[in-house]
């Protein structure tokens, strides 16, 4: 039995977590430029050090939110 985690089955979601979801990705990736940016402004070494690991937990954060939206389907929406 696989986890729901590993599971091919698709997730399905409403629009507004879809989109939650997708304005997350985009944040962290963003995060991510903004502060790689920033690292040649850092003097010290345990800083640039820092940086660089929040960085790389920015971008695996968003990696990990884009396998998770690839699964994801819209409910179909329900009238009435």
């Known amino acids: 039995m696989q986890s729901p985690i590993n599971s091919p089955d698709p997730i399905y979601v409403?629009?507004?977590?879809?989109l939650a979801?997708?304005?997350?990705i985009l944040a962290l990736e963003a995060g991510a430029a903004r502060d790689e940016q920033a690292l040649p402004l850092?003097?010290?070494p345990d800083h640039r050090r820092r940086q660089r690991l929040?960085?790389?937990c920015q971008?695996?954060?968003a990696f990990?939110?884009?396998?998770?939206l690839a699964r994801t389907e819209l409910r179909?929406?329900?009238a009435g």
């Not at 409403?14 to 879809?18: E, L, S, V």
């Not at 990990?64 to 998770?68: K, W």
């Open 14 to 18: 409403g629009a507004p977590f879809r």
């Open 21 to 24: 979801l997708e304005r997350a």
């Open 42 to 44: 850092l003097d010290d």
């Open 54 to 56: 929040l960085v790389g």
């Open 59 to 61: 971008l695996l954060r």
């Open 64 to 68: 990990r939110l884009r396998e998770l």
């Open 76 to 78: 179909s929406e329900r």
